[in-house]
Structure formats: structure tokens, C-alpha cells
């Protein structure tokens, strides 16, 4: 993991301060909230319905069990008890007072955190894979790249009033967890025929009102050249980027209207102009921060454990390896999963006392890291197989041993009009009711793998376009509607879904639901996945089932 430097700690230091006495002056009454939102939400302080948001920054998704039990102190001593992680990796708390933002962003800084680059018109939080460092699919460590972005766009002078919020994940694998084409930019890890290491570079993704899956706008940049390309892009969108139109600011309008030939040779063009040894990280840096991501200390372990293989004779350990272990890179270890999505509860959500026992099982168990998914759950990277039962025991204990990891009760939802104040209607009692009713893990196993997103408003915070099943709640004079869309995608086969028909009342949802998983188990063929099924009959089948029970 990357450790802060002198020159971290001071600088995360002197921020703190300077918010404090933002926050001392904003009590005393001597600078309005109009003067005050721009400096809070520098600082990641949001104003909701009910109380403050501070939504602080986990970096690539990746915490120390000294940074969870910090997050834990923080929801016990200054929040309801919990904290509720996000589809950036985040963590958010909801009921935040803000005479005690400064002792929070002081004690987050103890443990190298902060609330930085988690609001505001820059390049916010940069993310990737959560199994970086323990999949042998990936061909380079994630991690250490977006590192490297974090330092060079962290208060980036030209790039921290952008026209709008920018996003970007870096990947390494075939497989992407990610959802990187639906980023402002988009970076997949790629080898050439020579060896040589480089990007794949995607722009102008992004949910929201307009959703677009970004095009390719390179399909090799060479790794050394990384820092000037994403410049390049930068000053491109700063430069045209709307400024006059909240709901045209974001750089996948500026890509859509350019096309993505043209606006690709405009970035080239910014680019060959560039003084590019002066941007570029030097070998020595990039060697710096690689090398806080060499391997753990791995044991040397066979591959194959006996005490992991005999406690598969109880069926709800099985089943719970089925959905929630995955294969890891070193023999004798195994990647574990964490469903923050047990049905009924709201999703994403950790409590104190649990985020307190996960870091220690990370402490004990996987050599002291945890990431965060950007489907809200949590990981422990690197378990050796011989501890995954005792793990298991451990989190059904503390209630988060749900085997639902990619099932149709593992559920993406925003807080919704339960927190937010740019939301239409609410998320999480839909999720909740959804997941209560496919809460049978055999019904769920027999479904397999289905991804349920849904949204509180337009703004897609749940990344509804993109769901299997996705759900965006609207308002309708005073009432709350949900429009179903099919057959979306944030994965390599990225895709926004296509709208099904007029949106159903909120009692409605949840038969809705049922009523689709019915098609698809009587269209499936040869156990395809409900995203198979409907890409090969189309909406029409699942459309007049809804529509005619509606009726």
C-alpha cells in the first residue's frame, strides 16, 4: 500500500487547518453558505436533507485495517454508527454536524485520509480494480498507475475548476470491474507485441441525463507517455467544455458533439505540442511508487488446502465459496468477498461494530488490506484457503456472510430521497423489498448472475443505465415512478440500457422485478445469463409480461 510522505502529511495537514478555520469563520456567521459551499465542497462536505455528508476519499479502493477502524471510530463518535460506501470506492457519512468536520478530517489525517478530490469540479477519486495485486489475470498492478494519477492531478493547478466533475478508472484485466467505459476517461492496461507496456485510452463515458459508453480514443499509448496524454485530454475538455449549461458540462457531450475522430486528433494534436518530458512521471518516481505495491509477504502454501476443501461439507460454507471466493494469484490463497447487500438492509451500508471486525480479520487474515468495489461490497485480497472458514464463521457472525456477490439481491442503489437532496424518489426501501424477496440463496443460485441498479434520481449515482435490470425513480406530480430499463452493462461488454416502457408506481416495482426474472427463466437457454437471454430475445418478451400484469 502507498504510505504518505513528509510532504503528504503536510500538505493533508495545512488543509485541515485551513477548513477549520473556514468552518469557525461559517459559524460565526461571518461568511455566508453561498461564500461557504465552494470551500466545503473542496473539502468533501455535502449538504444534504437532513444533516452534513462528508464523503472521504479511499484512493483505488484500497484500506488498511488502521484506516477501517478509523472509519469505524468516525460513524461511532460522530455519526449514526455507520458509514456507506459508494460506487466510487468512497465512504460517505450521512449525518455529519459541521462543527465537527475539522476533529474528523484531523483524525482521518492521522491514518493518511482525507476528504479531498470527493466533490467539486476536478478530477475526483481514481479508481480500479479490487482485486489488483491478487488476480493472475491482470497484466500489471493497477494500482501503482493510479497512484501515480492521484499525485499528478491532486490540486493540479490547471485541472481544479474543470467545466464539470471528472472521473477516471484504470484497469488490468480482461475482465473489468470497473465499469471504465462509463468514465470521463477510461484506461485499460495492455501489452504490445514487443512486451511493451501501455493503455488503451476510452473518453467522454458517463452515466447521468445523457448516458454514452466511451469510445476508444487510442488504442495504445505507450505507459511512459501517460501523465502528458491525460494533460493533453484535459486542456481539450477545459478548454471547449461548457461552462454555460450544468447539463452539457461533462466531457462526454464536448466528445459526443466533436465525434470522437475529431476530438481525438485534437488531443493529439495538444499533445505533440506539449513539452512532454516536463508532464511525464521519470522512471525514478514511477520505480518509487511501484514500489509500494510489491507482493505481500506471501507464504510459500500448496495449492490446494484440506481444511478448506473438507469445510465445504456444510452447504451454507459452499455455497458461500461459489459466490463470494474467487481464484488468486499465489497457490494456497484465495480472494473473499463481502456482501454488504444482506436482504433487507440498505446496501453498502457497514456499521461501526462490523467495519471494527473486518479490520480485523484483515489484520489477522489477509496481510492487513481491504478494498472497497465500486458495487458497494468490500474484499479481503489475500486469504490463505486454510483461514477461509474461519472468515466465514466471523462474518456470518457479525451478519455479512450473505454468498450473494453478482446474484439478484446484490444490489446497487444510491441513498436516494432517504438522504439526497437532488433525488425524485427513493432507492433504498425498493432495493430492500427486491432483495427480501429473492432472499432464498437457491432461488438466487438458480437465477445467477443478475445485476439490479437503481437510481433515486437523473443523475444515476446507482448506475442505472447500466444494470442488467436498471431502475430510475421519477417524480409524477408529487409521486414516485420507477422506468425500468434491460439490458445494460458497466462490464468489458459495456452497454446503456433501453427503457421498457412508462414507469411503474413504487408498489409495482418489486412485482415487476419478479415478473422479469419469470421470462427470463422460461426464455433461458443452455443456462445462459439473464443478460444472454435478453440480448437474444430483445425486450419484446419481457416488456409484454410486465405491461400486461399492469393492466
Known amino acids: 500500500m502507498y504510505r504518505y510522505d513528509a510532504i503528504d502529511r503536510a500538505f493533508v495537514q495545512d488543509r485541515t487547518a485551513e477548513f477549520a478555520g473556514q468552518v469557525v469563520r461559517r459559524l460565526a456567521g461571518e461568511i455566508t453558505e453561498d461564500q461557504f459551499k465552494p470551500l466545503r465542497l473542496m473539502n468533501g462536505l455535502y449538504l444534504q436533507l437532513h444533516a452534513y455528508m462528508l464523503r472521504v476519499s479511499v484512493p483505488y479502493g484500497t484500506l488498511s485495517s488502521v484506516q477501517l477502524k478509523k472509519l469505524a471510530h468516525i460513524a461511532r463518535t460522530y455519526d449514526k454508527g455507520y458509514g456507506h460506501f459508494t460506487t466510487r470506492q468512497n465512504i460517505q457519512f450521512h449525518w455529519i454536524k459541521l462543527a465537527d468536520t475539522p476533529a474528523i478530517l484531523g483524525e482521518l489525517a492521522m491514518v493518511e485520509m482525507h476528504a479531498l478530490q470527493t466533490s467539486g469540479n476536478c478530477i475526483r477519486n481514481i479508481t ?98 501517460l501523465l502528458s496524454y491525460l494533460e493533453a485530454i484535459l486542456r481539450v475538455y477545459n478548454r471547449h467544455g461548457r461552462r454555460d449549461n450544468i447539463y452539457k458540462a461533462r466531457i462526454k457531450i464536448l466528445v459526443a458533439q466533436l465525434g470522437a475522430e475529431e476530438f481525438a486528433r485534437q488531443v493529439e494534436a495538444e499533445w505533440e505540442a506539449m513539452d512532454r518530458p516536463s508532464v511525464d512521471a521519470p522512471d525514478t518516481e514511477l520505480a518509487r511508487i511501484r514500489g509500494f505495491f510489491n507482493p505481500p509477504g506471501f507464504a510459500v502454501l500448496p495449492p490446494k488446502s484440506e481444511v478448506f476443501e473438507g469445510a465445504k461439507a456444510d452447504p451454507a460454507f459452499a455455497r458461500f465459496v461459489r459466490n463470494n471466493v474467487h481464484a488468486h494469484k499465489q497457490p494456497g490463497y484465495a480472494i473473499v468477498d463481502i456482501s454488504l447487500k444482506a436482504p433487507g438492509e440498505t446496501p453498502g451500508d457497514a456499521t461501526a461494530d462490523q467495519m471494527d471486525a473486518i479490520a480485523d480479520l484483515a489484520e489477522r487474515f489477509s496481510l492487513d488490506e481491504i478494498r472497497v468495489t465500486h458495487e458497494q461490497n468490500l474484499v479481503l485480497p489475500h486469504v490463505r484457503l486454510d483461514d477461509v472458514p474461519a472468515v466465514f464463521a466471523t462474518l456470518k457472525a457479525i451478519g455479512l456472510s450473505t454468498p450473494n456477490i453478482n446474484l439478484v439481491s446484490d444490489i446497487i442503489a444510491c441513498p436516494g430521497l432517504d438522504y439526497c437532496a437532488l433525488a425524485n424518489a427513493r432507492a433504498i426501501p425498493v432495493a430492500q423489498d427486491i432483495a427480501t424477496r429473492f432472499a432464498d440463496p437457491e432461488r438466487a443460485e438458480l437465477i445467477g448472475e443478475l445485476k439490479i441498479k437503481i437510481s433515486g434520481c437523473i443523475n444515476a449515482c446507482g448506475h442505472h443505465h447500466v444494470g442488467h435490470i436498471g431502475i430510475l425513480g421519477v417524480d409524477k406530480k408529487g409521486e414516485e415512478f420507477y422506468q425500468f430499463t434491460l439490458g445494460g452493462s458497466a462490464a468489458e461488454d459495456a452497454e446503456v440500457g433501453k427503457i421498457l416502457g412508462p414507469g411503474l408506481p413504487a408498489n409495482r416495482v418489486g412485482d415487476a422485478v419478479e415478473t422479469l426474472v419469470d421470462v427470463y427463466l422460461r426464455e433461458r437457454k443452455d443456462g445462459e445469463r439473464f443478460l444472454d437471454t435478453y440480448r437474444r430475445t430483445g425486450l419484446t418478451p419481457f416488456k409484454e409480461a410486465v405491461y400486461a400484469e399492469a393492466h
Not at 128 to 138: F, I, L
Not at 147 to 154: F, K, P
Not at 168 to 182: E, S
Not at 186 to 205: N, P, Q, T
Open 128 to 225: 480500479s480494480d479490487p482485486r489488483a495485486g491478487a488476480t493472475a489475470e491482470e497484466i500489471d498492478d493497477p494500482r501503482v498507475w493510479s497512484e501515480l494519477i492521484r499525485q499528478w492531478s491532486a490540486i493540479h493547478p490547471e485541472f481544479s475548476f474543470l467545466p464539470r466533475k471528472f472521473k477516471i478508472a484504470v484497469t488490468a484485466a480482461p475482465q473489468d470491474r470497473t465499469a471504465a467505459k462509463l468514465h470521463d476517461i477510461g484506461l485499460l492496461l495492455r501489452r504490445a507485441r514487443d512486451g511493451s507496456l501501455g493503455f488503451e485510452v476510452i473518453a467522454g463515458g458517463g452515466m447521468g441525463r445523457t448516458p454514452y459508453v466511451g469510445p476508444t480514443i487510442r488504442e495504445f499509448l505507450p505507459a511512459h507517455h
